[in-house]
């Protein structure tokens, strides 16, 4: 058998592994079938993401945090006002499912999902990795009755995983992402087919976890598998690039049942273009083409997307680094700038919203 190289999911050491492990890891790759479910009725979405590298949003490139699909999410929440707060911090790089079901244990992290109404889940492929490889030879188990075991442990923690965040919060949605085939890059076609095959497998009993414990599980191999080497275009690293993670929120945003807006015969109370809101600090007038940006882990700002004059948007927060930043909902600001024109509420107008709500 040959052999072929990739990094371990969010860290940047390079792992030589045999093809045969990837039947292994393969083991605990997670696709999805649909399960509908009613959604109740809410205003705003607490949503908080949990899981490994995946979920954090690294790049194909090292373990630098991008935009990943939890922040697409996050986004597309935020664009249709359904956004009350987004929390990925709880996704760890190099995260197995035992280190989901410690991360569970955290008081901060219980907290937050008390009070979320969104919580996705990706996690699993590190603990094959970490039990099935060993560094200090770059050898490989091949015992088929051990990686049978870990895919029991791994079922296991997964559905441990699920039933401690619906004890802590009943009525949370809950989504269990799946995983795409990671090997696009494979020349021997014949050996492609095989480990496809092992992860069909896999999925399917993760899909009956998924449907025992009452909770969704988003299918992503069949819309980002047909261009898989596209959106892997790393092939020594198993992470996609912006493109693959807009296919995994694709997926997810399909089927998601966005909150109903409670109906209401009370007029709306209008400021300009936009509908005040309860929580709304302010808005931004659009002087001239800029950018939305997002905050990265270094404290530095990345570029979303272009804002266009003339359109308005509103402000719940502020922060005064990188000469101020106004906080468009989600993780995604705007800069302080001539290119935009902050204004707060008026008192009459903040009278009406009370009056309203």
């Known amino acids: 058998m040959g052999t072929y190289a990739y990094y371990r999911m969010g860290e940047g050491g390079l792992i030589v592994k045999k093809i045969l492990s990837f039947v292994l890891v393969g083991a605990l790759a997670l696709s999805s079938v649909w399960t509908p479910n009613a959604q109740a009725e809410s205003k705003k979405v607490d949503y908080v993401a949990l899981g ?61 999902l008390k009070e979320a109404e969104l919580v996705t889940i990706i996690s699993g492929a590190n603990d094959f990795i970490d039990e099935m490889y060993n560094p200090e030879d770059e050898s490989i188990n091949t015992d088929l009755a051990t990686a049978s075991a870990m895919l029991n442990k791994v079922a296991g923690n997964l559905t441990a995983a699920i039933q401690q965040v619906k004890a802590l919060n009943p009525e949370a949605d809950v989504y269990l992402f799946g995983y795409y085939f990671p090997l696009p890059h494979i020349a021997d076609n014949g050996v492609k087919q095989q480990l496809k095959l092992a992860f069909s497998f896999v999925n399917s009993r993760m899909a009956e976890i998924a449907k025992r414990e009452n909770v969704h599980f988003v299918e992503i191999a069949t819309a980002f598998d047909v261009n898989g080497t596209a959106f892997l275009e790393n092939p020594k690293d198993i992470h996609p690039n912006e493109a693959g993670y807009q296919v995994l929120a694709d997926q997810f945003l399909k089927n998601y049942l966005m909150p109903v807006q409670a109906p209401t015969n009370i007029p709306k109370v209008m400021w300009g273009k936009t509908e005040l809101k309860i929580g709304q600090i302010g808005k931004v007038t659009i002087l001239q083409d800029t950018y939305l940006m997002k905050i990265e882990n270094d404290g530095s700002l990345s570029t979303i997307r272009t804002l266009k004059k003339g359109e308005e948007y509103r402000v719940y927060s502020y922060k005064g680094q990188q000469n101020g930043l106004y906080g468009l909902g989600g993780s995604s600001f705007v800069q302080k700038n001539t290119a935009i024109r902050y204004e707060t509420p008026s008192k009459a107008k903040l009278a009406l919203l009370q009056k309203k709500n």
Not at 62 to 88: C, H, Q, W, Y
Request: proline share 2%; aromatic share 6%; glycine share 10%.
């Open 52 to 112: 490994d590298s995946l979920a954090a949003g690294h790049t194909p490139y090292g373990i630098k945090v991008g935009r990943g699909f939890t922040d697409i999410i996050s986004e597309e929440l935020a664009k249709k006002d359904l956004l009350a707060s987004f929390n990925k911090d709880f996704a760890m790089t190099g995260e197995t499912s035992v280190g989901l079901l410690e991360t569970l244990k955290r008081t901060e992290v219980q907290q937050a």
